[in-house]
């Protein structure tokens, strides 16, 4: 019913940038929120940033000041990542909160994952 999209991702060096996009499609009625997660080899699955339809948002401290996410339009997120870091690798995923056509809750939806690796 719902397809995430996900593009950028790769291998840069520390200090490096990289932008991770993310489209939403299908029977989609409303976009209540989007974002980017997180998950690292061992570790748990962790929010990075996360936009609502009001466009406030909210970082993980470890990202703020170095990261930014936006709505490109109703159906895109997008995250740049500046000043990127080892600690920033991981696969990130992309998250969108959403009711969809002929519904009245909400439902949450993953991306299939992207991979980020900084190399120090």
């Known amino acids: 019913q719902v397809q995430l999209v996900e593009s950028g991702g790769g291998l840069v060096q520390a200090g490096g940038s990289l932008r991770l996009s993310c489209l939403a499609s299908?029977?989609?009625?409303?976009?209540?929120?989007m974002g980017w997660y997180r998950q690292a080899p061992g570790k748990q699955r962790e929010l990075v940033a996360i936009?609502?339809?009001?466009?406030?948002t909210n970082y993980a401290e470890s990202v703020k000041g170095r990261f930014t996410i936006s709505r490109d339009n109703a159906n895109t997120v997008t995250l740049q990542m500046n000043s990127l870091k080892p600690d920033d690798t991981a696969v990130y995923y992309c998250?969108?909160?959403?009711?969809?056509?002929?519904?009245?809750?909400?439902?949450?939806?993953w991306g299939q994952g992207t991979q980020v690796t900084v190399s120090s």
């Open positions: 936009i609502s339809s009001g466009s406030r």
């Open positions: 998250y969108v909160d959403l009711i969809l056509r002929n519904s009245d809750h909400l439902t949450d939806y």
């Open positions: 299908g029977s989609i009625f409303s976009i209540h929120a």
